[in-house]
């Protein structure tokens, strides 16, 4: 079956293209939020051999499909003929709590970023290494050159972050672009640099640094999103798209600069302080928290909720704990299904928990995830606790990334430097608990009565 058959069918059996309103993907996941749920064949969609799960997650409809999702997505919107979440305007779904729409938000905007971000963050990891042992100078043009491309990102992120926010919130992108290069203008940034007080038509503001911030440029286009519909409003078509852009960029820069800037900080800052402050408190608590409950937020979608916290604590604190505590959550799921692996006898199951195993090492939990651990339940149970131990180990340890990167083997040398082998010994640990739990306690054969495996070897 094509992708193109496989994305024909997971539509038909949601309802057809009529009861999609919207539609969207994450790292694994086709999300879809429809006018009428009861639609949903989820026995006929779980049946398809490219479908690994079908969840709902506060009213939205997500199909699980792995890594490869993002070669379905593009054959999902040739086929409805119609882009996606991208191009929703933010208010239009009224009947999503506050928390999902938040998720939701943060998802959309952050997931066409992962790979570009793992791929800084493995270089920024080399970096560190290389200085660390003295193989390169980082006085020397080629430190200087490889720094550029590893920090761009970071550094620039208020630009890439308007790109992704504008597709969101459905706003004129050159426009988006342009507001977000106004908060990294040079003259603004040696003006902070110096502390200057400024004002602006007579109004005094204090100026706030913007490289790597967040919040101010997420309000801003949203903000733009709404002075766009008044533009369309008033403006006579004639003339909209020519001075559009002049009304928007003198009400939506100002107002992020003076109101939305310091409104991202006190933000950033609050998270920042909240989080050390837990952290200091008993990291190895905290580690052991996040490593037990990562996955369960991973099942339902809320773990994109902290991604603001790890931005806020790389952009505060030069790093970020967290990535280090959830990594051994991820493995420790493949843990689970190695497990299952050495204790089954069925050569069908052996054949699906192989590849859900190696993923993991990758950083992509969500194979075993639906294709074994929850099917059976108690390895799940078993890489909760798998996970919960090997976040407390490098809890404990005060392992960190220096940079935006989910753990996995790849990614090592983004968590170089302090806690580096609480790292280590907390990921593969998760793996090896996990493993052991489950051969003798989480997994035997009898289980295998009543579930289908048929098609889940993906």
Same mark, same amino acid.
């Given at each position: 079956?094509?992708?193109? /058959?496989?994305?024909?069918?997971?539509?038909?059996? +949601?309802?057809?293209? /009529?009861?999609?309103?919207?539609?969207?993907?994450?790292?694994?996941?086709?999300?879809?939020?429809?006018?009428?749920?009861?639609?949903?064949?989820?026995?006929? +969609?779980?049946?398809?051999?490219?479908?690994?799960?079908?969840?709902?997650? %506060?009213?939205?409809?997500?199909?699980?499909?792995?890594?490869?999702?993002?070669?379905?997505?593009?054959?999902?919107?040739?086929?409805?003929?119609?882009?996606?979440?991208?191009?929703?305007?933010?208010?239009?779904?009224?009947?999503? *709590?506050?928390?999902?729409?938040?998720?939701?938000?943060?998802?959309?905007?952050?997931?066409?970023?992962?790979?570009? +971000?793992?791929?800084?963050?493995?270089?920024?990891?080399?970096?560190?290494?290389?200085?660390?042992?003295?193989?390169?100078?980082?006085?020397?043009?080629?430190?200087?050159?490889?720094?550029?491309?590893?920090?761009?990102l970071y550094y620039f992120l208020p630009i890439v972050l308007a790109i992704t926010a504008s597709k969101r919130f459905k706003t004129n992108l050159f426009v988006s672009v342009t507001i977000a290069g106004a908060l990294l203008y040079p003259n603004l940034s040696t003006l902070y640099d110096q502390g200057a007080k400024l004002t602006f038509l007579g109004i005094p503001f204090v100026l706030t640094a913007f490289k790597s911030s967040v919040f101010p440029i997420i309000f801003a286009i949203l903000l733009l999103s709404y002075v766009e519909k008044l533009e369309t409003k008033f403006l006579p078509e004639s003339i909209r798209s020519r001075?559009?852009?002049?009304?928007?960029?003198?009400?939506?820069?100002?107002?992020?600069?003076?109101?939305?800037?310091?409104?991202?900080?006190?933000?950033?800052?609050?998270?920042?302080?909240?989080?050390?402050?837990?952290?200091?408190?008993?990291?190895?608590?905290?580690?052991?928290?996040?490593?037990?409950?990562?996955?369960?937020?991973?099942?339902?979608?809320?773990?994109?909720?902290?991604?603001?916290?790890?931005?806020?604590?790389?952009?505060?604190?030069?790093?970020?704990?967290?990535?280090?505590?959830? *990594?051994?959550?991820?493995?420790?799921?493949?843990?689970?299904?190695?497990?299952?692996?050495?204790?089954?006898?069925?050569?069908?199951?052996?054949?699906?928990?192989?590849?859900?195993?190696?993923?993991?090492?990758?950083?992509?939990?969500?194979?075993?995830?639906?294709?074994?651990?929850?099917?059976?339940?108690?390895?799940?149970?078993?890489?909760?606790?798998? *996970?919960?131990?090997?976040?407390?180990?490098?809890?404990?340890?005060? %392992?960190? %990334?220096?940079?935006?990167?989910?753990?996995?083997?790849?990614?090592?040398?983004?968590?170089?430097?302090?806690?580096?082998?609480?790292?280590?010994?907390?990921?593969?640990?998760?793996?090896?608990?996990?493993?052991?739990?489950?051969?003798?306690?989480?997994?035997?054969?009898?289980?295998? /009565?009543?579930? %289908?495996?048929?098609?889940?070897?993906?």
């Open positions: 079956m094509t992708k193109k /058959e496989v994305v024909a069918q997971i539509v038909n059996n +949601l309802g057809g293209n /009529e009861n999609i309103k919207n539609f969207s993907h994450c790292s694994t996941r086709l999300r879809f939020d429809l006018y009428d749920n009861h639609l949903v064949k989820k026995e006929e +969609l779980n049946k398809l051999k490219n479908v690994m799960s079908v969840v709902e997650v %506060a009213g939205q409809t997500q199909v699980v499909i792995g890594p490869e999702v993002i070669y379905y997505y593009p054959e999902l919107e040739t086929l409805l003929n119609r882009n996606g979440k991208g191009e929703v305007a933010p208010n239009e779904d009224v009947s999503k *709590g506050v928390i999902s729409k938040f998720i939701d938000i943060i998802s959309s905007l952050f997931t066409p970023l992962i790979d570009v +971000l793992i791929g800084a963050g493995i270089l920024k990891g080399v970096l560190s290494i290389c200085t660390a042992f003295k193989w390169l100078d980082s006085t020397s043009g080629t430190f200087q050159i490889l720094n550029a491309a590893s920090d761009s001075i559009a852009p002049f009304f928007s960029l003198i009400t939506v820069v100002p107002i992020t600069i003076m109101i939305f800037g310091p409104i991202g900080a006190s933000l950033s800052n609050g998270i920042a302080t909240v989080y050390s402050t837990i952290y200091n408190w008993n990291p190895t608590v905290a580690g052991g928290f996040i490593g037990a409950l990562a996955q369960v937020m991973v099942v339902f979608g809320v773990h994109w909720g902290l991604f603001p916290i790890i931005f806020s604590n790389i952009e505060k604190l030069g790093f970020d704990t967290i990535l280090a505590v959830f *990594g051994p959550s991820i493995i420790a799921q493949s843990g689970a299904t190695l497990g299952v692996f050495l204790k089954t006898k069925n050569p069908e199951l052996k054949k699906i928990t192989t590849p859900t195993t190696i993923m993991g090492f990758f950083g992509i939990s969500e194979p075993a995830i639906y294709a074994v651990n929850l099917k059976f339940k108690k390895p799940f149970i078993m890489a909760i606790i798998g *996970g919960g131990i090997g976040g407390a180990i490098a809890g404990a340890t005060g %392992a960190r %990334a220096l940079a935006v990167a989910v753990a996995a083997v790849p990614t090592f040398p983004a968590y170089f430097g302090t806690g580096f082998v609480g790292f280590l010994v907390g990921y593969f640990g998760a793996f090896i608990i996990s493993a052991i739990l489950t051969y003798f306690f989480g997994f035997d054969d009898s289980m295998l /009565e009543g579930i %289908a495996l048929e098609g889940e070897n993906q």
